[in-house]
């Protein structure tokens, strides 16, 4: 096994396993690390009580919150990263999402590339990760964007009345695009057989478009490239004046070992790249690699979450209800009476009474539910998730404890958009009617949800941006400090806006690749 490549990437998500599919074409020779392992194909994929009572896939390793509290995030090592576990949600952040924006409690900042930069990549993503939905019916979207690739999933009887009731109120409903391969014209012509194991799961038959599908084993299909699982980067090593980033440090089965590359790329998560990056200290860089303008693990972003779940009093027809949302609140109001962003409306997976179990067992032992009143529940219920914008804040940070335990430290902010937009949405839902049965809402509070969704869309820690004081990376996403240390995952982010952010992911590593191609030659 070789020693030395010319790139070496660390993780193999979303980020990470695009930018070795692209840079597969090059030729060069790309050694990815990943510290889990391949997931198995098996009955317990689509097991809910596996998935989400026993938490089968989901890491052990406990972090810190800011006050020394242990807790497990939603985090899951496998190769393919969170992605194969995540609803399949890839959308483009809006334009205004590219500039400053005065929010309630603060501002965004403006990125280092602005929308029309990005929407090339963001075609090509698309494109790749074969997203379906209409353009057009977002009040957002951008006029000269093109057609997405595939047509929008067709909506189950019970979501298509919503989409009716929310239009007669004056909303404008749009699909939701997704990462399915999935034919609703001609079935057999697609692998999806419209389970109701999605969202929150791995894809049995692989018709989830996620990393693994996508890019991973594609790119895993090409000589030059090496996945190596089982290996958890420790540190990178620089040479004396450290300007140049030399080797990366694994722990594994295999005991400690060393790849050096001309290339060195982070792809870890927000959080563990920044991590990463802060265990990496030496002479010539004190406080954490690249880290002099002290912003290395600050600025750390998550959405801000509530789920909204309406209860009817007979079943709702939705086995596959996540195919629409609601972006007119996204600005403001859109009489103009309130100018500040709110954030998204979106449908949730269809959850069976064992995923309830799981999303309350860090509230409610599961033992106290019993399965015949959760699985009655889960017929009649109907969920959303409002998303708010999480703005950066250099105190809500990743550190690393003596023994190299992550410390999460986050506050919220100012809650005010985020409640008015759950506002909204129960108020819009006042007069739905399903199957004839007026429905009512049950709003679970923001605070709650953190364990559960409070890494899923994890953002920031080492923001791009072209100033060297207040950003750790170049518009390439090249560290400043340091000339061949890159990241690509979503610790770019300098904002974190209020859709999902696995697209933009995608996206800016094909940007980077092209940088990476041009540079390698």
């Avoid at 603060?106 to 963001?122: E, N, R, T």
């Avoid at 009143?373 to 550190?399: C, G, I, Q, Y």
């Avoid at 791009?464 to 518009?475: N, Q």
């Amino acid at each position: 096994m070789a020693s030395h490549y010319d790139v070496v990437i660390i993780g193999s998500g979303a980020g990470g396993a695009t930018l070795a599919h692209s840079l597969a074409q090059s030729g060069k020779s790309i050694l990815i690390l990943e510290r889990g392992e391949i997931l198995p194909v098996e009955a317990d994929n689509w097991s809910s009580k596996a998935v989400f009572v026993e938490r089968k896939y989901r890491t052990r390793e406990q972090w810190l919150d800011k006050s020394g509290k242990p807790f497990i995030p939603n985090t899951h090592y496998w190769a393919g990263g969170n992605t194969t576990f995540y609803g399949a949600a890839l959308m483009r952040m809006k334009k205004r999402d590219f500039e400053v924006v005065q929010h309630k409690g603060g501002v965004s900042p403006a990125w280092a590339l602005d929308y029309a930069a990005m929407a090339p990549w963001y075609q090509k993503a698309e494109l790749l990760w074969e997203v379906h939905g209409q353009r057009g019916v977002d009040p957002n979207d951008q006029p000269s964007d093109p057609p997405f690739p595939f047509p929008p999933l067709v909506n189950d009887p019970g979501v298509a009345q919503l989409e009716a009731h929310f239009q007669k109120i004056g909303w404008t409903p749009s699909p939701l695009p997704l990462g399915i391969r999935r034919n609703d014209f001609d079935p057999a012509l697609a692998p999806c057989i419209r389970c109701k194991t999605c969202g929150g799961y791995p894809c049995q038959v692989l018709a989830k478009v996620d990393a693994r599908t996508a890019v991973l084993n594609p790119a895993c299909a090409q000589a030059n490239v090496t996945l190596l699982t089982g290996r958890l980067a420790t540190r990178i090593e620089t040479d004396a004046s450290g300007r140049t980033a030399t080797a990366v440090i694994t722990t594994g089965v295999q005991g400690e070992e060393r790849f050096s590359g001309d290339i060195i790329v982070t792809a870890a998560g927000a959080a563990n790249s920044a991590a990463l990056w802060l265990k990496s200290a030496n002479a010539a860089h004190p406080t954490g690699l690249a880290n002099g303008s002290d912003q290395v693990g600050r600025n750390y972003m998550f959405h801000i979450t509530s789920a909204v779940i309406a209860l009817a009093l007979e079943p709702f027809d939705a086995s596959f209800p996540k195919t629409l949302c609601v972006n007119d609140f996204y600005f403001g109001e859109p009489d103009g009476s309130y100018g500040y962003p709110m954030g998204q409306i979106q449908m949730l997976e269809y959850m069976s009474g064992q995923t309830i179990e799981g999303q309350v067992a860090d509230m409610v032992s599961p033992a106290l539910i019993p399965d015949v009143f959760s699985d009655a529940l889960a017929h009649h219920m109907v969920a959303f998730l409002a998303m708010s914008e999480d703005l950066p804040s250099p105190d809500n940070r990743v550190t690393v404890e003596p023994d190299g335990q992550i410390r999460l430290s986050y506050t919220f902010g100012d809650l005010e958009a985020h409640n008015r937009l759950v506002k909204r949405l129960r108020q819009g839902l006042d007069g739905f009617v399903s199957n004839h049965h007026v429905l009512s809402g049950h709003h679970f509070e923001v605070d709650e949800l953190l364990p559960l969704y409070g890494t899923a869309h994890q953002s920031g820690t080492l923001r791009y941006g072209v100033d060297p004081a207040s950003s750790v990376l170049d518009a390439n996403c090249r560290a400043h400090e340091v000339d061949n240390l890159y990241a690509v995952d979503s610790s770019f982010f300098c904002s974190s806006s209020a859709v999902n952010p696995t697209l933009t992911i995608v996206a800016n590593a094909l940007r980077v690749a092209e940088h990476l191609k041009e540079r390698l030659g």
